[in-house]
């Protein structure tokens, strides 16, 4: 009985939103079961980690589903562990299809949240729980597309290889060991990248993107020392002014403005999605990178200014050790985003530059991120996502886009192997959770997603 209401939920979500779509529930059901199964499991770096306990999860489903059993490796790492699983193709000169994901989550407080985050339910059309967005639910959906192809009796002359790192959402260590190992891969499929909007009124498909670029993540460290003093006999080089009068002039600077084939056709697309000053802005740019008036508005916009360039914020600042005495020392962080082609000594020297404070001593402390180009813009890839998108969600637009924050496509591109972010789950804009209180996920979104890599692991690996 509770399969008969979960695939009639499923129907009825759907009537309105995609056409009559081929029945596949052995992997729909799989891939719920399973993304509540990981969602239970609190995957989370520190004391308790039960990351390892998902890694076995998922290996368990892929050698029921049949994978050989030691075609699914395990490896330990610290507290944490990663997988890596091997379905070989018939023709070992071709290179493999990575398909990538991560099977960490963001910390969540029980207390904050409405319901107990790693205790998953479904619940007005919605999964609940602490990964269900990001991305247990993504990487089950793939795990059940996989066995579902082998189901089906599908060879594939590709070698295809379905990892998850440990990870990605803190240190990355694992997710740079798996890029090293699979640096001989054709492509990777990133599925904790891309995806769909939903009409915030409608809750139809909007459009989708893929992401084949994304911006570098870097940390600075600003700091002023000097010998200090007394309160009572100030003197005019006191660190925490001198500190701050940098700050301000790296707060009031913006770099200059840049597009690249990603972002070009990605701010021409969404345009149409934005209000008419926004719009008319994105276009304008893309017309013209000079543009004054255009540059003006997406920079005053939060939303729209890490699009157009490179942006640096400060984000902490410490400074001083009592209140009766000139500080000895002051010290700040500016955190960064890369646009693609710019190495991060180059930004750093380009904010002491705006600093303008001799005093202010540089020092790139960035953990766990590399700096690297965007991915090109392959036809094979590109007409297998948006044959497999329309083959569910006819006519909707699909255009490349330009992610801000870091993925495990950074340390595959940092390799030299092209990476795409392609998830097919679609979600409200207002509804996305991730990393954030109450996360949850339309189930409408399995079976499409279903039929999606039922049609596009085959196109990138036959």
């Not at 959770?433 to 339309?442: A, M, V």
Request: charged share 20%; hydrophobic share 40%.
């Amino acid at each position: 009985m509770r399969n008969a209401i979960i695939t009639s939920l499923f129907a009825t979500l759907l009537a309105s939103a995609a056409p009559a779509l081929p029945a596949h529930p052995q992997a729909e059901k799989q891939a719920l079961d399973l993304a509540k199964q990981a969602i239970a499991l609190r995957s989370v770096r520190g004391p308790g980690n039960k990351t390892p306990d998902v890694a076995a999860l998922y290996k368990a489903a892929l050698v029921a589903g049949g994978f050989k059993d030691g075609d699914v490796t395990i490896t330990p790492v610290d507290d944490t562990a990663y997988l890596i699983a091997t379905w070989p193709g018939s023709n070992p000169s071709l290179k493999p299809l990575v398909i990538s994901g991560h099977m960490d989550v963001v910390e969540a407080d029980p207390k904050d949240w409405t319901r107990d985050p790693f205790t998953p339910i479904v619940e007005n059309g919605y999964l609940f729980g602490r990964g269900a967005t990001d991305m247990k639910l993504d990487g089950t959906l793939a795990i059940a597309s996989l066995i579902e192809l082998k189901r089906a009796g599908y060879k594939p002359k590709r070698t295809i290889v379905i990892e998850f790192s440990g990870d990605e959402e803190t240190t990355m260590k694992t997710s740079g060991i798996i890029a090293q190992k699979l640096s001989n891969a054709e492509l990777v499929l990133n599925i904790d990248g891309g995806g769909g909007a939903y009409d915030e009124k409608t809750g139809k498909p909007e459009y989708f993107t893929w992401s084949g670029a994304e911006k570098t993540y870097a940390d600075y460290q600003l700091t002023v020392t000097n010998p200090g003093g007394h309160s009572s006999e100030p003197r005019p080089d006191n660190a925490i002014d001198q500190l701050a009068q940098g700050l301000v002039r790296i707060g009031q600077y913006h770099f200059e403005p840049e597009l690249n084939d990603l972002t070009r056709q990605s701010l021409m697309q969404e345009s149409r999605y934005e209000d008419a000053q926004t719009g008319a802005a994105m276009r304008a740019f893309v017309a013209n990178p000079q543009d004054a008036k255009a540059i003006a508005t997406l920079t005053a916009n939060p939303a729209t200014v890490g699009r157009i360039g490179t942006t640096c914020v400060a984000t902490m600042i410490d400074g001083g050790h009592a209140q009766n005495a000139l500080p000895q020392r002051a010290t700040a962080n500016i955190n960064c985003r890369i646009f693609p082609g710019h190495p991060l000594p180059q930004i750093m020297a380009e904010l002491q530059r705006v600093a303008a404070e001799p005093a202010i001593r540089f020092k790139d402390v960035t953990e766990g991120s590399v700096a690297t180009d965007a991915s090109p813009l392959r036809p094979d890839f590109v007409n297998a996502v948006e044959t497999s998108i329309h083959k569910v969600y006819p006519g909707v637009p699909v255009f490349p886009s330009q992610s801000s924050g870091a993925s495990d496509s950074m340390w595959f591109r940092h390799v030299g192997v092209p990476s795409y972010g392609a998830s097919p789950v679609f979600i409200k804009e207002s509804e996305d959770f991730s990393h954030g209180l109450n996360e949850r996920t339309p189930i409408a979104n399995i079976p499409p997603a279903i039929t999606y890599y039922l049609s596009l692991i085959p196109a990138l690996s036959s």
